[in-house]
């Protein structure tokens, strides 16, 4: 199985900006498309970011040109550097990894969170 870390959250004032990490450990070697993901207060979880092996990386509406993800096959993580934060950005934004080339019962990894706080 594939394990996420999440890194980098914390409270930030709107206008500034943050950047998350996610560390993937285990058998990496499953993993396809990467992506961020976050769930606001009362909401359900949306994606933000969707990062496939090859290929341009997708956003939601919501974030385009003020986040940017990236990933490091290399060193086996991803990034979100998050800029022009708004009150609405607050969440908790999640790493997931695809991670169904190889034979697991869950299709998808999950990392733990990080809560990202954005004042207003």
Not at 65 to 72: E, P
Request: with cysteine; charged share 20%; proline share 3%.
């Amino acid at each position: 199985q594939v394990q996420l870390v999440e890194s980098g959250g914390g409270l930030v004032q709107a206008g500034g900006s943050l950047r998350l990490s996610c560390a993937a450990s285990g058998d990496t070697i499953c993993i396809s498309a990467m992506g961020w993901y976050r769930r606001a207060p009362g909401k359900e979880r949306e994606l933000v970011a969707h990062i496939p092996m090859r290929g341009s990386t997708s956003y939601a509406d919501s974030v385009k040109g003020r986040f940017t993800a990236s990933r490091d096959n290399a060193k086996n993580a991803a990034y979100l550097q998050m800029s022009s934060l708004k009150p609405e950005d607050t969440a908790v934004y999640y790493c997931n990894a695809d991670q169904s080339s190889c034979p697991y019962d869950d299709l998808d990894a999950w990392g733990q969170g990080t809560l990202v706080t954005v004042s207003s």
